[in-house]
């Protein structure tokens, strides 16, 4: 069985954030047999949208390995979790964002922050680019917060103390002490109980290294460096290696 790990901005969508032109990649993978294994900075809404969108029913990882959703009766065996909903058996390996959101507030007039929790709808937009609809689900967060702007820097250090800070392609991300890696892992073990797991991750970000870390083939779009992936121009050339 062939699982793919695939981060989500500047990987497999482009500027516009819209679907669309990830059709393509996603068709491919699905023929090729892999399952498809979201691992994003993105929120649990925002993922929904796009694994309606694209078709896909695998379990997938939010905001930055913070939390595991697996839709229920996927695995056909029982395995620990930490809550569940209608859904989802949800495994959360973060912090709570009230939690997050709290010690933010409390160092953001020392550093000028902007973040999720004291931006409105419309500079969300601004910063991120995303469209209104977008950006409605991007601000419903359940473990993790996004700095997009700083006049000073110095903050990464004081949140360090009690939190994960990684940067991703634009904005600095605020989380619980977990990461993409670490969620990956978890989820490779139970695929491994349904038999022999072949393992990919795709990236872009520092943030991705440690999904890179716990498979078997890794792949970075663009010009990062890390000793065992493959730098790619774009998801589809996956496919043709794969191929041989
Ligand atoms: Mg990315």
Do not use: C
């Amino acid at each position: 069985m062939k699982v793919i790990f695939l981060d989500l901005d500047k990987t497999l969508l482009g500027d516009d954030y819209s679907p669309e032109p990830a059709g393509e990649a996603v068709r491919e993978f699905k023929k090729g047999g892999f399952k498809i294994v979201f691992n994003s900075s993105k929120t649990r809404r925002e993922q929904e949208y796009y694994r309606k969108a694209l078709g896909i029913e695998e379990p997938f990882i939010v905001e930055n390995g913070s939390a595991i959703f697996i839709p229920k009766g996927y695995f056909p065996f029982e395995f620990a979790y930490s809550m569940e909903d209608d859904q989802y058996k949800i495994i959360e390996l973060g912090e709570r964002y009230e939690v997050i959101k709290a010690a933010l507030d409390e160092i953001s007039d020392e550093f000028g922050l902007k973040y999720y929790g004291n931006s409105t709808l419309n500079e969300i937009m601004e910063f991120t680019g995303l469209p209104k609809r977008l950006a409605e689900l991007a601000r419903e967060r359940d473990y993790s917060e996004t700095v997009f702007k700083w006049e000073k820097g110095g903050f990464e250090e004081v949140l360090r103390r009690r939190f994960e800070v990684s940067r991703g392609s634009r904005f600095w991300s605020v989380h619980g002490k977990t990461d993409k890696g670490k969620a990956a892992k978890m989820l490779l073990n139970l695929y491994s109980k349904l038999g022999e797991v072949e393992s990919y991750a795709v990236g872009d970000g520092l943030n991705d290294f440690p999904m890179f870390d716990v498979v078997d083939f890794a792949f970075i779009v663009g010009e990062l460096k890390h000793p065992k992936a493959r730098n790619i121009r774009s998801v589809e050339e996956i496919m043709l290696w794969n191929r041989g």
